[in-house]
């Protein structure tokens, strides 16, 4: 197979290129950093594989992805640490922005699974893979590091890789937002 060295380095966090991918496929990090004078903008038509209902007041449904607080979160509800469950929606500027992880808490953030890395797909074309930082930080990508955008997309998410968490499986994510001037 016919490998391109595609990989992009993150300008902003001094990363250097890891690996080649195949099929012009880019793999990027996310950065922590966030622009300023820039407006938070819901994403909308947020949609999920799965989620996790413990019961009628502990519902992780997908719009708490997009709800505007952080305690709540997008829980994934399949078996072990959903890998290839995902996550949807319509961006409403080319930078997302998101908050990894169960954020109710520090001790709730550690006991449950983290996304490491999203395979990323934007208006159904597969891109890439984003790459997250085991924080909780606020983390920002620019899609136009994936391909060159026309109009905005709309993303696909799809869990591939996480961050174990200390007591449950569970992974979560608590925030997704576009961001704007
Ligand atoms: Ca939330």
């Not at 590091?145 to 709309?154: A, C, E, H």
């Given at each position: 197979m016919k490998m391109k060295t595609l990989v992009y380095c993150c300008l902003l966090c001094g990363l250097q290129p890891a690996l080649l991918l195949a099929q012009n496929q880019i793999e990027t990090y996310a950065s922590s950093l966030q622009p300023g004078n820039m407006m938070a903008l819901s994403i909308e038509d947020v949609r999920s594989s799965s989620h996790l209902k413990e019961s009628a007041v502990l519902d992780h449904k997908v719009a708490n992805l997009a709800?505007?607080?952080?305690?709540?979160a997008w829980v994934?509800?399949?078996?072990?640490?959903?890998?290839?469950e995902w996550i949807q929606f319509r961006a409403q500027t080319q930078q997302i922005c998101m908050r990894n992880g169960f954020q109710k808490s520090k001790a709730l953030w550690a006991m449950n699974s983290r996304v490491q890395s999203f395979a990323i797909s934007l208006d159904g074309e597969p891109v890439g893979t984003l790459l997250l930082k085991d924080n909780m930080q606020t983390q920002c990508v620019d899609l136009t590091r994936f391909k060159t955008l026309s109009n905005l997309p709309i993303v696909k998410l799809t869990i591939k890789g996480v961050y174990p968490g200390s007591r449950f499986e569970d992974t979560c994510v608590a925030e997704i937002w576009s961001q704007g001037g």
């Amino acid at each position: 197979m016919k490998m391109k060295t595609l990989v992009y380095c993150c300008l902003l966090c001094g990363l250097q290129p890891a690996l080649l991918l195949a099929q012009n496929q880019i793999e990027t990090y996310a950065s922590s950093l966030q622009p300023g004078n820039m407006m938070a903008l819901s994403i909308e038509d947020v949609r999920s594989s799965s989620h996790l209902k413990e019961s009628a007041v502990l519902d992780h449904k997908v719009a708490n992805l997009a709800d505007g607080r952080i305690a709540t979160a997008w829980v994934e509800g399949a078996a072990k640490q959903g890998i290839g469950e995902w996550i949807q929606f319509r961006a409403q500027t080319q930078q997302i922005c998101m908050r990894n992880g169960f954020q109710k808490s520090k001790a709730l953030w550690a006991m449950n699974s983290r996304v490491q890395s999203f395979a990323i797909s934007l208006d159904g074309e597969p891109v890439g893979t984003l790459l997250l930082k085991d924080n909780m930080q606020t983390q920002c990508v620019d899609l136009t590091r994936f391909k060159t955008l026309s109009n905005l997309p709309i993303v696909k998410l799809t869990i591939k890789g996480v961050y174990p968490g200390s007591r449950f499986e569970d992974t979560c994510v608590a925030e997704i937002w576009s961001q704007g001037g």
